[in-house]
C-alpha cells in the first residue's frame, strides 16, 4: 500500500490524465470528523465500481507530510480500496483551492466529479451515499 504525496500541479495532471471516464476526487483529512464519516459509503460505492473501467476514486489527503504514517495506518484500519493521495501543499492552499472551484472557501469534505478531465460537478460537505451513487450514475451514461 502506498501514498503518493503530490504538489498542486502534479494533482491537476493525474486529474487530466483520466481520459474517457468519471473521476470522484474526495478532499479529507484524517482529522476531519465528517470526512471520516461518509469515507465507508465512498468505499461501498467504490467497490461497487471496481469492475468499472469508466470509473475512478481518488482520495485526495490534506494531511500533513508529517502525519503521513498516520495516513498510512487510517487507510489500512478502514480499508480504503480508493487510490488515496498525500496534497502536500498547504503553503499554498489559497492559489489552488479557486482552481479547482472559485466557490470553494477550503473547508472539507469536498467531492469533485470530473468526466473527460473535466469539472462536472461540486459538492461542497459531507455527501449522502444516495447522492454520491446518483452523481456518478447521471455522469456514466
Known amino acids: 500500500m502506498e501514498v503518493s504525496v503530490l504538489k498542486y500541479e502534479d494533482l491537476e495532471k493525474k486529474i487530466q490524465s483520466e481520459k474517457d471516464k468519471v473521476l470522484v476526487v474526495n478532499f479529507w483529512a484524517?482529522?476531519?470528523a465528517p470526512c471520516v464519516k461518509e469515507l465507508p459509503h465512498f468505499m461501498e460505492v467504490n467497490n461497487q465500481n471496481s469492475n468499472n473501467s469508466?470509473?475512478?476514486m481518488i482520495l485526495v489527503s490534506l494531511d500533513r507530510l508529517v502525519?503521513?504514517?498516520r495516513v498510512l495506518k487510517f487507510i489500512k484500519n478502514k480499508?480504503?480500496?480508493a487510490e488515496v493521495v498525500l496534497l502536500d501543499d498547504i503553503k499554498r492552499m489559497n492559489t489552488w483551492i479557486p482552481r479547482f472551484e472559485k466557490e470553494w472557501e477550503g473547508n472539507i469534505p469536498v467531492t469533485i466529479f470530473?468526466?473527460?478531465g473535466?469539472?462536472?460537478?461540486?459538492?461542497?460537505g459531507e455527501m449522502s451515499k444516495e447522492d454520491l451513487e446518483?452523481?456518478?450514475?447521471?455522469n456514466l451514461q
Not at 473535466?118 to 461542497?124: L, R, T
Not at 446518483?134 to 447521471?138: D, V
Open 114 to 116: 470530473y468526466k473527460n
Open 67 to 69: 502525519d503521513k504514517e
Open 134 to 138: 446518483k452523481t456518478i450514475t447521471e
Open 118 to 124: 473535466e469539472k462536472v460537478y461540486f459538492n461542497d
Open 30 to 32: 484524517t482529522t476531519c
Open 79 to 81: 480499508n480504503l480500496t
Open 54 to 56: 469508466k470509473f475512478k
